[in-house]
């Protein structure tokens, strides 16, 4: 079993009087790809806000590498190694890729610098000058993910990043996270297409309103697929 990375026991989160975690448990080994996987509404990404500390209000506890974070602001929890990828990305449209990539502050030594960060992601090398705008969405996700390596982030939360994606750059991406999983990264993967997922993940934690409804390894996926189903509504 690998070093802890993350543990989460007993959250609650809440927005405004809305309850949306009900006692979540779960825990990520260091150098794991673990995904969250569910329903639209289940809970999915609030555990990522939760963790990085983008809710109104959570209570239980969230260490990670063993520092408790759940009393800590964001700013405090992201100098820890967290890198956050949004669903909706949050790149700066009116600059240029490199610009974006140069904004973010170095949180932790080991960030990727631009040279390694454009041998990782040579779509981007050859926009570096173009702006955000005229990005595809495949090259906004990929400047996405780019961006928070280039922190010394280690732990990464990563949110619906095939959404709306071509076959083409889901397949590219899923390379990525193998890229990234051999270079010892951790990675939570919050991911509707569950066959992207599949092969990529250690672990799956299955979520349904709010509570941790399974738990399912990648050995036992094979015998477990028809209650997928069920779970995932597929």
Same mark, same amino acid.
């Given at each position: @079993?690998?070093?802890?990375?993350?543990?989460?026991?007993?959250?609650?989160?809440?927005?405004?009087?809305?309850?949306?975690?009900?006692?979540?448990d779960l825990s990520v080994g260091e150098g794991e790809v673990v995904t969250l996987?569910? %329903?639209?509404?289940?809970? %999915?990404?609030?555990?990522?806000?939760?963790?990085?500390?983008?809710?109104?209000?959570?209570?239980?506890?969230?260490?990670?590498?063993?520092?408790?974070?759940?009393?800590? +602001?964001?700013?405090?929890?992201?100098?820890?190694?967290?890198?956050?990828?949004?669903?909706?990305?949050?790149?700066?449209?009116?600059?240029?890729?490199?610009?974006?990539?140069?904004? +973010? %502050?170095?949180?932790?030594?080991?960030?990727?610098?631009?040279?390694?960060?454009?041998?990782?992601? +040579?779509?981007?090398?050859?926009?570096?000058?173009? @702006?955000?705008?005229?990005?595809?969405?495949?090259?906004?996700?990929?400047?996405?993910?780019?961006?928070?390596?280039?922190?010394?982030?280690?732990?990464?939360?990563?949110?619906?990043?095939?959404?709306?994606?071509? +076959?083409?750059?889901?397949?590219?991406?899923?390379?990525?996270? %193998?890229?990234?999983?051999?270079?010892?990264?951790?990675?939570?993967?919050?991911?509707?297409?569950?066959?992207?997922?599949?092969?990529?993940?250690?672990?799956?934690?299955?979520?349904?309103?709010?509570?941790?409804?399974? @738990?399912?390894?990648?050995?036992?996926?094979?015998?477990?697929?028809?209650?997928?189903?069920?779970?995932?509504?597929?």
């Open positions: @079993m690998p070093e802890e990375m993350l543990r989460i026991k007993d959250l609650h989160a809440f927005y405004d009087e809305s309850h949306i975690l009900h006692g979540i996987l569910g %329903r639209n509404g289940a809970g %999915r990404t609030t555990i990522l806000k939760a963790i990085i500390g983008l809710v109104g209000r959570r209570s239980g506890s969230i260490t990670v590498k063993g520092i408790e974070t759940i009393g800590m +602001p964001t700013h405090r929890i992201a100098r820890l190694g967290i890198g956050y990828c949004p669903e909706e990305r949050g790149i700066f449209a009116n600059l240029t890729v490199e610009e974006n990539l140069l904004l +973010p %502050r170095v949180i932790k030594e080991g960030g990727m610098p631009l040279s390694e960060l454009y041998q990782m992601f +040579p779509n981007l090398q050859e926009r570096r000058k173009s @702006m955000g705008t005229r990005l595809s969405g495949g090259e906004q996700q990929m400047l996405a993910m780019a961006r928070i390596l280039r922190t010394g982030a280690k732990l990464l939360l990563l949110d619906e990043i095939t959404e709306g994606l071509a +076959p083409v750059i889901v397949q590219t991406l899923g390379l990525l996270i %193998r890229q990234l999983k051999e270079k010892g990264f951790t990675i939570v993967l919050v991911e509707q297409n569950f066959h992207f997922a599949a092969d990529l993940a250690d672990r799956h934690y299955v979520i349904d309103r709010g509570v941790i409804a399974d @738990m399912i390894t990648r050995d036992e996926l094979p015998s477990n697929t028809e209650k997928l189903n069920h779970y995932l509504g597929v």
